[in-house]
């Protein structure tokens, strides 16, 4: 058994770190203000390679693994989790079009989703059904031409500013099995969109209601197989909670590193606060928990590119104990920078926000847990 990433790993780790640095972080702060994140940030990431990280290589992505893709979310969300994340979705659409579309479907959709001239988002939620997600209402009708799309998706990342959405719909009976995935495009008739939602995190991305009305999409739109659209958003996610959890590690990671600093000049009673034990063995606790969470997320991806039949579990394992690590070391780092925590320009505050959320989607811990009972339950 070998922990040590390869020569190539660190160097990817490296260039996602420095693009983060670079172009990311500087701006973080404004983006978050503004609510959206410019979007000709988007090519200058594709230029990378990062927006098929995992789509394979005939299709004109990166094709590398899991493994390597939590490297890169690590790396990416230590200038801002709410952009790295938001890349994330995008990857997570792009990989279910390469893995499951026809020829046709990839010929037309992948080349611009990887230079990400076009931007990608993934469309599940509706505000009747979140975690019982196979209970989703809206429905696609089959007509001659196509499909008419009629219900409403909720919480969409991007919704309103991506140019394409991925959207789990009802083609068929109630369950599992009578939903499909559907591309629809920006700008058809029938697509709108609810108001922006004000969030307490992850505000750089635009969350909007997606709805369709009357939304007539061609025969070719549907990806893959009718009634198979459920597995196809279920698989998605395996690797959807992988990423998620680099980015609350990478978050982490970043709190922990200036905290640190932060210990090291603050004095308190006439020495600088790191030199306080009960403050020392919180320092070595957190980064217990950080070097545990790294290890597990790492495992986890490890499992998934290996196709172990127990990847899911592992994934679900992971994504709640690294996000509920992250969230906890962030909210120690808080409490360590004392009242600056508490202030913006500390750049701490907006990182207990931004993580908190990755315990609520792709799945809330809640249903990792599910995950994880029913596989130990089925042995
Ligand atoms: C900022 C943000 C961005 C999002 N982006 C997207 C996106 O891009 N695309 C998308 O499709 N969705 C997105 N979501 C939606 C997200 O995936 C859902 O909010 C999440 O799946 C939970 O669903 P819900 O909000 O309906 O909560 P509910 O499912 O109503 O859950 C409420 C509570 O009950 C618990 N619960 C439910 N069922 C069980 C059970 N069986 N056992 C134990 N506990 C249970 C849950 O864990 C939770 O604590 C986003 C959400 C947010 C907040």
Not at 23 to 44: C, M, N, S, V
Request: net charge negative; hydrophobic share 40%; proline share 3%.
């Amino acid at each position: 058994m070998d922990f040590a990433l390869s020569e190539e790993q660190n160097a990817i780790f490296d260039m996602a770190y420095a693009f983060g640095q670079e172009t990311i972080a500087p701006h973080a702060r404004d983006w978050e203000a503004e609510g959206t994140i410019p979007k000709d940030l988007w090519p200058q990431v594709g230029a990378l390679g990062l927006g098929g990280i995992y789509v394979s290589e005939d299709s004109g992505g990166a094709g590398l693994s899991r493994l390597d893709a939590t490297l890169i979310f690590e790396a990416l969300s230590m200038a801002c989790p709410s952009v790295a994340a938001f890349l994330s979705i995008h990857n997570m659409c792009a990989k279910m079009i390469d893995t499951y579309a026809s020829d046709d479907m990839k010929a037309r959709v992948l080349p611009k989703a990887m230079t990400m001239e076009t931007v990608l988002s993934y469309c599940l939620t509706e505000p009747g059904s979140g975690s019982d997600a196979a209970a989703l209402k809206t429905r696609a009708d089959r007509t001659n031409e196509g499909y008419t799309l009629n219900g409403t998706k909720a919480f969409i990342s991007g919704g309103g500013y991506s140019d394409t959405y991925v959207a789990m719909v009802r083609t068929g009976a109630e369950g599992p099995k009578g939903v499909s995935a559907v591309l629809i495009e920006e700008g058809t008739p029938g697509l709108s969109f609810g108001g922006l939602e004000d969030k307490m995190g992850w505000r750089s991305q635009p969350t909007r209601q997606v709805q369709f009305d009357d939304c007539k999409i061609p025969t070719e739109n549907l990806l893959g197989e009718e009634g198979r659209g459920f597995a196809y958003a279920m698989a998605g996610l395996d690797g959807g909670r992988l990423n998620i959890a680099a980015c609350s590690l990478g978050a982490a990671q970043t709190g922990l590193t200036a905290t640190l600093a932060y210990m090291a000049e603050r004095k308190a009673f006439g020495t600088s606060i790191d030199q306080f034990q009960a403050l020392q063995f919180r320092l070595a606790d957190m980064e217990i928990d950080m070097q545990a969470a790294r290890t597990f997320l790492r495992q986890a991806a490890w499992k998934l590119d290996t196709g172990a039949p127990d990847a899911p579990k592992f994934c679900a394992m992971a994504k709640k104990f690294v996000t509920e690590t992250g969230s906890r070391v962030v909210d120690q780092c808080l409490q360590l920078h004392g009242g600056y925590g508490y202030l913006a320009d500390y750049g701490i505050e907006k990182l207990v926000r931004d993580l908190r959320v990755h315990q609520i989607l792709e799945g809330t811990n809640e249903i990792m847990r599910l995950i994880v009972a029913r596989h130990m339950l089925a042995k």
